[in-house]
């Protein structure tokens, strides 16, 4: 079984960076589609980045040039780099993972019916 554990939110001023961590815990998959989403409250569910086992990355609109997403395939460990914040990224973040898929999974909505999924990691950014 599959567990994924985020950390390293918090709270910083626009501006500020954080950088989130998930680590995967369990059996390791060689093929994947791992991955960032968050959610606002009274807001609607957001893809935030992505990756695949191909080492495609995909953003948002809203994050690119800002967001870095990465994986250290040893450590088993994806992280999200996230510069110059701004009060409209507080959201709480969640990893999500799917594993034995083709890298084509790893578009649009998919985190929507990922099978893992990790426990969130609140991120607030004032101005």
């Known amino acids: 079984q599959v567990q994924l554990v985020e950390s390293g939110g918090g709270s910083v001023q626009a501006g500020g960076s954080l950088r989130l961590s998930c680590v995967q815990s369990?059996?390791?998959?060689?093929?994947?589609?791992m991955g960032w989403f968050r959610q606002a409250p009274g807001k609607e569910r957001e893809g935030v980045a992505s990756?695949?086992?191909?080492?495609?990355?995909r953003y948002a609109d809203a994050v690119k040039g800002r967001f870095t997403i990465s994986k250290d395939n040893a450590a088993n460990t994806l992280y999200l780099r996230m510069n110059s914040l701004k009060p409209e990224d507080t959201a709480t973040y969640y990893c999500a993972a799917d594993f034995n898929v083709p890298p084509s999974r790893c578009v649009g909505s998919w985190y929507n019916g990922a099978n893992y999924w990790g426990q969130g990691t609140q991120v607030t950014v004032s101005s």
């Open positions: 369990g059996y390791t998959y060689s093929r994947y589609c």
């Open positions: 990756i695949d086992s191909d080492g495609n990355t």
